[in-house]
């Protein structure tokens, strides 16, 4: 069966400093990979989207920024936080034949 | 633009029935989601409607029309654990989910 796992589940970072979320994805291959975040009260706001290694499209222009560089790895990044970056991240994958999105736990970034 | 839409906070009684809409205008469609979400934690799935009509799932059920860009979540046998937020989204043309704000959920006793 399929997993997802993504960490750190919390974070609080002083505005300025380097982030980095990890999410694996485990039993299956080549999957669509997606960063979203969630701010309070907020829809889902899709962040980035992965098709396949080295392969990455941004939705919305900020200073974070992602990677592929293993299939089933995706690694959100920024060099420095702002405190419009705190927020609830999730990563996800897509069942390409049904396109149901399987969420990681999340990880909730506090930028102070 | 895209914009999906459904209340922001509803109240509902344990044992009841409740319903949670949601419409939607989107650059095609390929299916409309349903997502629980309890505070804190990951959005899990619910269910998935592409063609017209009910589908029914246990207490849940969702409904979908695609000509009037409307669909439904019904909860019936209103849990305490039913309390969460509840996220509509559509995947449009690019095959790409557009998410509603979510719906809050509160079941008194």
């Known amino acids: 069966s399929q997993t997802i796992h993504q960490w750190p589940a919390t974070l ?19 999957p669509n990979l997606y960063w979203y975040r969630q701010a309070a009260g907020r829809g889902l706001q899709l962040l980035f989207y992965s098709v396949g290694i080295g ?5 919305v222009p900020q200073n974070l920024s992602a990677s592929r560089p293993q299939d089933r790895q995706f690694i959100l990044s920024s060099k420095k936080l702002l405190l419009s970056d ?27 | 633009g895209q914009n999906i839409d459904q209340p922001t906070e509803m109240t509902a009684t344990e ?42 799932k246990g207490r849940f059920s969702s409904f979908l029309s695609r000509s009037k ?18 996220l509509c989204a559509v995947m449009d043309s690019n095959y790409q989910l557009i998410w509603g704000a979510g719906t809050k959920l509160i079941i008194k006793p």
């Not at chain 1, 970072?13 to 485990?26: A, D, H, K, W």
């Not at chain 2, 469609?29 to 349903?34: A, C, E, P, S, T």
């Not at chain 2, 669909?71 to 969460?84: C, N, V």
Request: aromatic share 14%; with cysteine; charged share 15%.
């Open chain 1, 55 to 59: 392969q990455i499209s941004s939705e």
């Open chain 1, 12 to 30: 609080v970072q002083p505005v300025g400093s380097p982030l980095s979320l990890e999410c694996t994805v485990e039993g299956t291959s080549n």
């Open chain 2, 69 to 86: 860009g409307y669909s439904y979540l019904l909860l019936k046998e209103l849990q305490m654990k039913d309390s969460a937020s509840y």
């Open chain 2, 15 to 56: 044992g009841a029935i409740v319903q949670i809409n949601c419409t939607y205008q989107t650059s095609g469609f390929n299916g409309l989601f349903w997502y629980q979400q309890h505070a804190g934690e990951a959005p899990t799935f619910l269910s998935y409607n592409v063609l017209d009509g009910l589908e029914e």
């Open chain 1, 86 to 112: 705190s927020g609830f991240y999730l990563c996800a994958w897509t069942d390409r034949d049904t396109g149901e999105l399987f969420f990681g736990e999340g990880s909730r970034l506090t930028v102070l």
